[in-house]
């Protein structure tokens, strides 16, 4: 029977030939998995292209769920990011399949059906193009283009999920996929630990100077994004055992990672949460807070040996450094070094020395090849003040999408309680952004999240998930059976 409606028609159709593609995608899948079983050999490249055929598959029938679905997998994916196939390692795949889902997404013709189409943000895309125009006619052409590239991606996610979640039922999908995220950060973590590249293990080995292994960097960075968002859930939700528990579980993994820029950045998260806790006397988000010290103070005691001398600002670029030169594990001379070289002209002031210049200016400042340790001072030798001055309006955009959600009088209070939170994630960020750089860090995807989200929640004022999540938990108390006079609760007839 043919429908006199034209969209019923219409989605009939799509509807048709997006099975029809999953049933060919699903076939060849299992080929291509009974091949690797046949061929150990061929495993190798057999189960990406198997994978990818997965994906394709999801992305065709529902493109956000498979954004959504990278999101989740890139912890697991910096496990063995080293890995390569056809001439790709797993993170340049995991980048060109995010390019592509979002592609799909913004690009479906349905896409403008799903809700409110906000307008494009100028000030990332301002950053996104001041970067490769400012530095590419200077710099390594290669790290100018994997810089670029890593910061389209995120950006292009936060794009996408601000139109995901430009309806509560879109909000709903990203915080649970939030919630797999902490997941697989707690599990990625668990797994470079047994690697030994890891808190002092990575300390402690000449690996951490190998530019082709992942240290705790990475995994430590997006567990401080994690962290705000399994308190902000404890703040919202009545049944927050599981987020309380990988918060905890989180946080201990923060300590035992080494990297003293993430104390610096979760420490605005804890103490913003501890005050909304106290201010509105929520007996559960407090013992949360007592139970992260807990966690904390154990897992300090249990590494002291090897904890303090990372606290104490012990170099471990060499002994020739002079002892204030060597704070920060030789940040003060690094600093020194490449903002007396960004400013040794008028041209390097104005416009920059090229993307990679910094590892030469202080390679010739302290005999070690590293990069500069701060986003800001990196950006200000590749692309000069003007570049800075596009990474500011990045920034301040960051800051602005989660600060007028907290002070939107349309919004909920607690909506503009998780908004709060949310900020002092930001803070976070930009703390560790300026003590170590964080922008090009896998962190920035969880970022985009963050920032997709609040932006999106701005545009459904009172009707957000939040919202719906706080009037059921109200409901639920309203309707919950009274108590017999033995205390005990009365059942309820079915």
């Not at 061929?42 to 055929?53: D, E, H, N, T, Y």
């Not at 959504?68 to 063995?80: E, N, S």
């Amino acid at each position: 029977m043919i429908s006199n409606n034209p969209s019923e028609e219409r989605n009939r159709l799509t509807s048709t030939r997006q099975n029809a593609f999953i049933a060919v995608a699903c076939a060849l899948l299992a080929l291509l998995i009974g091949a690797a079983i046949a061929d150990p050999v061929g495993a190798r490249l057999a189960l990406p292209i198997a994978l990818g055929f997965l994906l394709v598959a999801v992305a065709g029938r529902r493109p956000e769920a498979a954004v959504l679905g990278l999101v989740v997998a890139r912890p697991i994916v910096d496990c063995f990011v080293q890995i390569q196939t056809f001439g790709f390692s797993l993170g340049q795949l995991w980048g060109g399949a995010l390019v592509f889902c979002c592609a799909i997404y913004l690009l479906a013709p349905d896409s403008r059906e799903r809700g409110v189409t906000p307008p494009i943000p100028w000030p990332p895309l301002v950053f996104l193009i001041a970067y490769p125009f400012l530095t590419v006619s200077h710099g390594d052409v290669a790290l100018v283009l994997g810089g670029t590239v890593k910061l389209a991606s995120w950006i292009l996610l936060a794009l996408v999920v601000e139109r995901v979640c430009a309806t509560p039922q879109g909000q709903a999908l990203t915080l649970r996929a939030v919630m797999l995220t902490a997941v697989s950060v707690v599990v990625a973590i668990a797994i470079v630990i047994s690697q030994n590249r890891y808190g002092a293990s990575y300390y402690d080995s000449a690996s951490r100077l190998d530019a082709t292994t992942q240290g705790p960097h990475q995994f430590a960075f997006m567990a401080v994004v994690a962290v705000f968002f399994m308190l902000a859930t404890v703040l919202i939700r009545r049944d927050s055992f599981l987020p309380a528990m990988l918060a905890a579980v989180l946080c201990g993994e923060l300590v035992l990672s080494f990297v003293r820029t993430v104390y610096v950045g979760v420490l605005p998260i804890l103490v913003v949460f501890l005050y909304l806790a106290t201010r509105r006397l929520r007996a559960r988000a407090i013992a949360v807070f007592l139970l992260l010290a807990v966690v904390a103070s154990v897992a300090v005691y249990y590494s002291e040996g090897a904890i303090l001398p990372r606290l104490q600002n012990l170099a471990f670029f060499g002994s020739s450094a002079t002892p204030t030169s060597s704070l920060g594990s030789g940040r003060i001379a690094i600093w020194g070094a490449t903002l007396s070289s960004s400013f040794s002209t008028w041209t390097h002031a104005l416009f920059g020395q090229g993307v990679g210049a910094s590892r030469d200016v202080i390679r010739q400042a302290i005999g070690v090849s590293v990069w500069a340790h701060s986003d800001l001072i990196e950006l200000l030798l590749a692309g000069g003040i003007l570049l800075v001055g596009a990474f500011a309006t990045l920034i301040a955009w960051l800051f602005i999408s989660t600060w007028r959600l907290a002070v939107d009088d349309r919004q909920s209070r607690l909506v503009r309680r998780w908004a709060i939170l949310a900020v002092s994630c930001i803070v976070g960020y930009f703390l560790m952004s300026l003590t170590n750089g964080v922008v090009f860090y896998q962190a920035s995807v969880l970022m985009a999240v963050l920032i997709g989200l609040c932006r999106g929640m701005y545009l459904t004022p009172g009707q957000t998930v939040l919202d719906r999540i706080s009037t059921r938990s109200s409901h639920e108390l309203r309707t919950a059976p009274a108590a017999t006079p033995d205390n005990r609760p009365a059942s309820r007839s079915i």
